[in-house]
Structure formats: structure tokens, C-alpha cells
């Protein structure tokens, strides 16, 4: 909060500094994951939007600006309307695929696509289906359960140690039933130290995750 409260003081008399107003978005995503109840989370998530977006617009090269417009982004596509989710899944499609075609060993740019992909392939397919005909984009229409694999094993290889990449791994390897993997993802991720603001949560989850998969009689 602090960090924000300093960030935004500077943007005030600075309001084109793209260093503050992408380190603002962090610190706003940082916010969302930490905040209790997705009110709150939502309002810190779109408050990053509008830093980076406003980045993006002064300088849409920058690597750093980009990743976090597509964090924040992320975040409130998970939970938004069907139309407001087309139009965010279409924008971080096109921002990762900029960040790949800059660096094609961007572990976070992998990770993120590997998260739309998997997003969009867990709806039913009657969902699917009208969302790829009433809202159709390349997001919507490109996805699928071989690149969610690809792009989450690329972002692991990539960027061993982010536990965040291991459990979004591993919910993509148990969709596709393979719950040996995605067990050895999940143990590598509870074994990880905490890094960053949503390590804990990402933790929890795998420990989660595992309970269940082993009371179900996996080994």
C-alpha cells in the first residue's frame, strides 16, 4: 500500500513516467491478490488496468508494462461478464504473443497463455460454442488443450522455482488426466520457497490439490 501511495504521488506530477505507472500496476496486482473478497480484489485489478494501460499507450514496447497489464488483466477476466472476458482474453493474447516474439523464453508470457488456454477449454462446450460464435477472436477460437500443456510445460522449464507456473501446470495436467505429472508438479510446488504476494494461496492450493488426489487413491 505504502508503495502505491508513493507511486501514484509521483505519477501526480509525473503522470507520463512509465516506470512509476508500470510498478504502480504490480503493486495494485499485488494488492488484488492479497485483498479478502473479489470487491476488493476486482477494484485493486482495475486500478492496475488503468496504470497500465496508460503505459501501454506511452510506451508499448516495454517489456515490464506489458507483463503486468497482463497480470492485471488476467485477474479480472476471471471473473468478469462474457463480453468484458472476450475482449481481456483477446488483449493478453496479443500482449503474451508480443512478449514471445520479443523473447521467445518469456517463462511469465508462456505461463499466461498457458492460463488462457486452459481457461477457455474448461467450458462446457455448448460455452465454448457461443462464445467462439457471438464472440469469436483468436483467443476464443485458437485454444486448446495442446498448447494449455505446451505453453505451462515451457513456462515450468523455463522458471522452475515460480510455484504459481507448477500448480497452473498441474490443473492443466489433471484435466487431461494425467494425475501422475501433475502430482509431481504439485509436490515440486510445496516444496518452493514463497517469493511473491500470491506464493502462499499457490501453496495451499497444491497442498489441496494433493489431499484430494490422494484421498481418491493415487499414490
Known sequence: ???????????????TDVEALWRAARASVALGLLAPGWTLESGWYRRGIAHSDKALRLDSAH???KRWAVAAKGQIALGAAPRETARLAQEIWD???ALLEQDPDDGFAHYALGMLHYEVMKMSRFKRFL??????NQALSQASWEKAVYHHERAVSIEPEAIAFRVG?????MRRDRVPGAMEQLRRATSLPLFHPGDP???GLAHRYLNELTADGNG
Open 131 to 136: 462464445a467462439r460464435t457471438f464472440l469469436g
Open 95 to 97: 500482449l503474451t504473443h
Open 1 to 15: 500500500m505504502e508503495a502505491l501511495r508513493l507511486l501514484e504521488g509521483t505519477l501526480a506530477n509525473k503522470p
Open 63 to 65: 517489456v515490464e508494462v
Open 201 to 203: 494461496d499457490y501453496t
Open 169 to 173: 501446470y498441474a490443473e492443466t495436467l
